[in-house]
């Protein structure tokens, strides 16, 4: 095949250069809705998700199991039926954008419905059979529109430039403009607004902390998802597929193929497929249900703050000087590591026994071990936003270079199904595990203590645990190799083979137009 061909086959130093040149094909316009576009994937209260579902729309833990056990099989089957569809998908406005476009409006109505829940279903308990039916029921509506927009946004980004240096350039650019311009900010704006209701900032009315905390939700989860909505679109409108796809269609037995062929994808699936089992509590419940300062995120983050724009500005370094492997080793476990010794710190003083003590349970102590991990995450924090989306994308050209198609909407289904059976594993346990410690889901709205042992398992849910359960993800990606003359001489060829396309196009469609030109004229002599 083409890998094993190239060897053999020689390029100039012009060619071989031609993945590291500074090519440009996305202009300023399209450059600007890309920005915004993936401002809106983070432009949302989804932190708090979990917390939503539980404490104000108060859907019963067990409830909650069932109900992810059900998405979890619908999000595996749906998920192998929508890329096929995608996958064969040839239209004047692309194969991805009639997706994004065509299902905006609906995605955007679906999440609404979600965050109106609690006022659907006002007053009923947390073990309403209705209100269950309707959650499950739009879980699986919002998993399949979701379904498509991610395999299309996903191909997106492969297509949108056929240059890997301009498409790290979009990457990059994007999430240092996100990073320093705010994209967080109605998460933290919610962040504040939840701890100045739990510490009785505002004066409860009648109806108590439970309606503060419905308008704070319902408010933020509306506007955000409005927004966000009105962004992404802007960019679909405005945005080209410049990769050519192959006329001809490739079938599933070509696409499941060049997935099986395709080891840099293989890699990526099993590294996150083992990754996928690390069972992971939430930090915002810590911080909330603890330390009761939720907005601890925001604090612990404002000596790092400088170093995130900064951290971009690495990348570029980075790249030329070490191995894809190697970054994307660094920048996925660094957390995970500094996390290790944030719970050593907590347990200073901690009695097992008892299950009291701990500087776990201290604010301020924690608020410096925290803002200490954030400082250290963050010098790599824009070599984690750019590298992993760059190896998907490599790997996509990868599978152009040796099978001479790419099936993007099959790839990353069958990358993303691998961690989704085994993150949905997880997802069942770490929320059958809540409710088996004896996690009070009304001690939040009724201004109510958790236990000490659930505090200490809320701790430990977000800091040893997940590092002890999803370490083994590291190791398939010490067998990635696409780097240095392979990943060269992969380009120059694509680069070529994309000319000889091209041409091959254009005399096409000149031999179209002359043809057409002679039948007029005999019609016109016929006349």
Known sequence: MAENSNAAQQFTDEQLGYVYENRRYVGTKETVGFVLWDAAQSLNINTYTTRFITNIVKIDLGYQTI???????????????????????????????PYLLGLAVPGCIATLCYWFMPIIFSGTSSMSLGKFIFYVLLEILREGVGT???IARTGMLATITPHPVDRTRLITIANFASGTFGEKLPEQIMTIILDLIDNNVFKAGKNGKESQYL????????????????????????????????VQTPSIKDSVKSIINNKPVLLMTLADFLAGFGISGSKSDYYIDVLHFA????????????????????????????????????????????????????CIGFNPKTMKGGLYRNKWAMLVAMATWEVIWTLFYGLKSVIGTELY?????????KNGYRTEAMTSVAKGLAAKVSQAVSGVVTT????????????????????DYVKFYLFAMFTIIPVITG?????????????????????????????????????DNLDAVREMEEKLKESKLHK
């Open 393 to 401: 994308n490599e790997s996509m050209d990868y599978c152009e270079w």
């Open 432 to 451: 059958a595990l809540k409710k088996f410690v004896g996690y009070n889901q009304n001690a939040y709205t009724k201004g109510e203590e958790q236990p």
């Open 67 to 97: 109900q992810k056990a059900i998405n979890s099989v619908w999000d595996i089957v749906n998920d192998i039926f929508m890329a096929a569809i995608v996958e064969k998908t040839r239209t004047r406005w692309g194969k991805f954008r």
């Open 295 to 346: 907005s601890m995120t925001m604090v612990a983050g404002i000596p790092a703050a400088p170093l995130s724009p900064i951290s971009f500005s690495f990348v570029p370094w980075f790249r030329r000087r070490f191995s894809s492997r190697f970054l994307y080793i660094v920048s996925n476990e660094i957390g995970s590591i500094l996390y290790v010794f944030v719970f050593l710190f907590g």
């Open 148 to 150: 498509f927009q991610g």
């Open 215 to 246: 308008m704070a939700f319902v408010g933020m989860g509306a506007f955000t998802t409005i927004v966000s909505s009105g962004m992404s679109f802007w960019f679909f409108m405005n945005s080209k597929e410049r990769i050519m796809q192959s």
């Open 471 to 507: 370490s083994f993800g590291v190791i398939p990606m010490l067998f990635y190799d696409l780097h240095g003359k392979k990943k060269e001489r992969m380009y120059a060829e694509l680069l070529q083979r994309r000319k000889d396309a091209c041409t091959a196009a254009s005399e």
